[in-house]
């Protein structure tokens, strides 16, 4: 369903993530919060589409929601949520998004782009979730993973009913193969996207 180019190898969770789950879920609430704001973005740059503003509504609380189910699990292990951590994978997935190119360019490739952060995060959250020694966090990451695809595919038909000119399918292609190219720098460090 995804069609992500280059999955996410498992031992990522063994060699990587296992030996510091604190620092994978700090990242994971501040992703949960990021994906809040972009929702709020979407809809302060179109708030003529009420369609668009009615589902973005919706996965703020969505996402708020699932910050402080991420939040709770930091203090009851005793951690302390901290300072935001960059997202390397992000920044450069943005990169692709295309600048000017008239309102409907922007507002399809801010779908698209939402789209892959929500595929990628699917996929990891399965990953996480068949592979964590952490019954909790197992049980979480298949929750997780069960709502992010359902964002994902939200974000992927939002695409295809504002677009006019630009053709869907082949734009997310493009989108896909430079994921892929993006994500071979990832996977080594215990971050959702790293």
Not at 33 to 44: D, E, F, H, Y
């Amino acid at each position: 369903m995804l069609k992500l180019q280059l999955p996410t190898d498992p031992t990522w969770v063994k060699n990587v993530v296992e030996s510091n789950i604190e620092e994978l879920l700090i990242d994971h609430a501040y992703c949960e919060q990021k994906a809040a704001s972009n929702a709020i973005t979407l809809i302060v740059q179109n708030p003529n589409l009420s369609d668009l503003v009615q589902q973005m509504t919706d996965l703020v609380q969505e996402e708020m929601e699932h910050f402080k189910r991420v939040h709770e699990i930091i203090l009851q292990r005793g951690y302390v949520l901290g300072r935001e951590r960059k997202d390397d994978y992000v920044n450069e997935l943005r990169k692709f998004i295309i600048i000017g190119g008239g309102r409907e360019a922007q507002l399809i490739d801010r779908l698209l782009f939402s789209a892959m952060i929500e595929a990628r995060s699917c996929e990891r959250f399965k990953v996480l979730s068949e592979n964590i020694n952490d019954k909790q966090l197992s049980e979480f990451y298949h929750e997780l993973m069960i709502s992010e695809a359902t964002h994902y595919a939200m974000f992927i038909n939002l695409a295809k009913k504002y677009a006019v000119t630009i053709d869907v399918d082949k734009r997310w292609k493009d989108f896909l193969a430079y994921e892929a190219q993006v994500v071979k720098n990832y996977g080594k460090a215990e971050t959702i996207h790293g």
